[in-house]
């Protein structure tokens, strides 16, 4: 299994920029995707090879990265960008991260 | 718009079987894509349990290979999850999905499993 690596958590200012890191045990070449999930629903995709904007994802939203390092960043972000963001490789049967929980200060 | 509803019963006894039901609208699912069974774990741990390809083939989670069975009514659109033998450990939100090209683009809202006695 391709193991997926996230920092547990993070807390930031709106408006501010974050970067949500991802590291994967093996290259994953850019088959990385990334969700966010709001308590209580579904994961929703926001970026899909690594650095495609899912259709209707706002673009303060970016990903990038290849090999084994990816970056998730949100610039500014919004109160309302509170969440947990997963990251998920599809170089093998697909794995997740742990994900990152993203809180408002 | 394609959407897809989990169902099933949300208390399932240890030992015995997990059954659910995905219903899908908005596509038919032997048009094309794999259909996917997916949970997240109490604690956000998130796993991929398997697929049923739009042409009936079938890829389990090598973790998951003895105990799973994924398969399909096309006359209904639906596709279902049997987990055999389960345990507290089993224990999660289940979410059926719609794997696109390697990623998951749609989502069921998910459907609380609990094993207990």
């Known amino acids: 299994d391709t193991v997926l690596t996230q920092s547990p958590a993070l807390a930031v200012s709106p408006g501010e920029r974050v970067t949500i890191s991802c590291r994967a045990s093996?290259?994953?070449?850019?088959?990385m995707h990334w969700y966010q999930q709001k308590p209580g629903q579904q994961p929703k995709l926001l970026i899909y090879?690594?650095?495609h904007l899912e259709s209707g994802v706002p673009a303060r939203f970016s990903g990038s990265g290849s090999g084994t390092d990816f970056t998730l960043t949100i610039d500014p972000v919004e109160a309302d960008d509170t969440a947990t963001y997963y990251c998920q490789q599809s170089w093998n049967d697909p794995t997740f991260g742990g994900g990152t929980k993203l809180e408002l200060k | 718009e394609i959407q897809l509803q989990e169902s099933g019963p949300g208390l399932v006894k240890p030992s015995q079987s997990l059954s659910l039901t995905c219903s899908v609208t908005g596509y038919t699912i032997t048009s094309g894509y794999d259909w996917s069974w997916i949970r997240k774990f109490p604690g956000n741990k998130m796993e991929w349990m398997g697929y049923i390809s739009n042409s009936g083939s079938t890829n389990y989670n090598p973790s998951l290979k003895i105990r799973i069975s994924i398969t399909r009514d096309t006359s209904k659109n639906q596709f279902f999850l049997q987990l055999n033998s389960v345990t507290t450990e089993d224990t999660a939100t289940y979410y059926c999905?719609?794997?696109?090209?390697?990623?998951?683009?749609?989502w069921g809202q998910g459907t609380l499993v609990t094993v207990s006695s």
């Open positions: 090879l690594a650095s």
């Open positions: 093996e290259s994953v070449s850019t088959l």
């Open positions: 999905a719609r794997l696109t090209w390697g990623w998951f683009a749609y």
